[in-house]
């Protein structure tokens, strides 16, 4: 009488870590397969590689990257290590948080060496899939979209970005089904958008932050890093300089954000060939501004070196500091 | 190092199906709570029951529904009973499906007799959350949109609706998270759209869609009829009636919507009390207009009967006819 849905998938493989398979389609793109890594292209393979981890009783986490991995990338998969038995490490250049004028196509592509990078920490599934895997129809018809927060800082600076975030985000919760995934603190406003995504969704899947990982100089890492030229990265310390000279100020109990706000900017004041995107004191958890810090407070900037968007963060905490 | 989101959910209560256990608020709210059927009123308690299930390798089916329970929604509830190990039903008239000149306020509300039939289908859950516990926040920040659609038949006429119900499933979903879920044909739009939410989003979920049941003068069965008097009650026959013309027309063998939807429409002209909404032949799965019918199209009808709006379609197809 009733009619199931034509679109319903059906599992298509399956696998145990302690064998591990060649994947049809790894194989035919000419991946090397090691022991104890699997790479998996297909939402079925990478379904079929949670499902057996969770037969047996293995805890999953995933951490979600766009590749052209650092040791930002390397500590969520260590803590993802810590707090699971399974490690899934997705990698997707995803296109729908790219605005038209932004950098998707030269975004750094380095699949091998991220391979070997993630086969040395352990991971037990890599998920690499096209972007028609993902897309299927050349684009997101379907979008999960964050009220509020995804209008406020890097969200007022890239119209739409937030939208394809939490669209890819929850797309990969649905296909590799976590019990935690893992995001970076130098996204800040990606991560406050993502936890209330989860929360007002109901997703079921603890988001676990992890600190910033600076480059010895103090540069936050950063995939993007990568385009500046040696000038630009040494320009590219004022970032960190600005939050600093705040925090120095907050130290020194400064608590009216409009001068902590002051204080940074002076900094840029003093690199004119970098161009200040935003400098701004925030409710973590709301991105809202805020106007006297009370309790706890997020200072995020964002800046062009040269073409290069970066961005860098710092939470300020009443009596931790 | 890492800090787990203070969002975390921690699952509160587990029972099992073999002994009924009071929930504190259903039975806080009065609730008759008899063997075999566990009402739950919480998010925790839902996904305990869910949980409970799995871990005995049962099926879970769900039943997604705004109570005022008439014949329709006891077929979907036999689906899943045939379908399925165990059967969850969910009752909350979703405030954010509503616009602001809708019958939220008024939309029945019977819960002890919904309770009391879904009893007698032997069904295991019946969840029946409060709007405080859906929406914790007052309402919705994160949406779940599917373009398009979202904007064709009853999405052009009432904005906002599918966004509205779009969240509410995706967020039943991740609650209950069943295996399969059960939809009715009757709102051929709205399938249409989950099914494509389905898809985009790769939410883990068999959609599953069921028939029309009518009256047996053939209205189709609606909790809206309740707002019918005697005399819209006969009038409202025109939706069928006019569905009915078409059916004919097409099975003398008329292939041209715009001829098809002509006849349709020329029915509502001989009942110029009732205010035609819409009469459109679509795809079915993209509910875009067809000009010819080649395969399957959907002949999709909404209309005022008085104040209340009624919808009824019918499916053709070449060949089956």
């Known amino acids: ?3 199931s849905a034509k679109l319903h998938k059906t599992r298509v493989e399956t696998f145990s ?5 060649k994947t049809g389609r790894a194989a035919s793109l000419g991946r090397l397969q090691l022991d104890g890594m699997k790479i998996c292209s297909t939402n079925s393979e990478v379904r079929a590689a949670s499902d057996d981890a969770r037969a047996q009783g293995k805890r999953l986490g995933l ?19 810590e707090q699971c038995d399974v490690v899934t490490v997705s990698i997707f250049v995803n296109p729908t948080q790219f605005g038209p004028t932004e950098d998707l196509s030269k975004y750094p592509r380095q699949f091998e060496r991220d391979r070997q990078l993630l086969e040395k920490e352990g991971v037990e599934v890599l998920f690499a899939p ?27 600076s890239r119209p739409g970005h937030f939208r394809g975030v ?22 800040a406003a990606q991560l406050a958008v993502i936890r209330r995504m989860v929360l007002d969704l109901n997703f079921r899947v603890r988001i676990v932050a992890c600190p910033i990982v600076r480059e010895p100089d103090g540069l936050a890492m950063s995939s993007r890093n990568a385009y500046l030229n040696p000038e630009e990265r040494g320009r590219a310390l004022v970032l960190q300089g600005s939050l600093q000279r705040a925090q120095q100020r907050f130290r020194a109990g400064e608590r009216i954000a409009a001068r902590l706000i002051s204080s940074g900017q002076e900094v840029f004041a003093g690199e004119p060939l970098v161009g200040l995107d935003y400098f701004e004191i925030v409710d973590p958890d709301t991105l809202e501004s805020v106007e006297r810090i009370s309790e706890r407070a997020l200072i995020a900037v964002a800046a062009y070196v040269g073409s290069t968007r970066l961005i860098d963060n710092l939470v300020l905490e009443v009596g931790t500091e």
């Open 1 to 3: 009488m009733c009619s």
């Open 166 to 187: 939490t669209t890819i985000v929850a797309k990969l919760f649905h296909i590799v089904e976590p019990e935690a995934a893992f995001f970076g603190q130098k996204d």
């Open 63 to 81: 951490v979600p990257t766009m590749g052209a991995l650092h040791e930002g990338h390397l500590s969520l998969v260590r803590a993802a290590r």
């Open 130 to 156: 096209s972007v028609e895997e993902i897309y299927p129809a050349g684009g997101a018809t379907t979008w999960v979209v964050v009220e509020g927060l995804s209008e406020r800082l890097d969200g007022r």
């Open 17 to 21: 870590f302690a064998r591990p398979a």
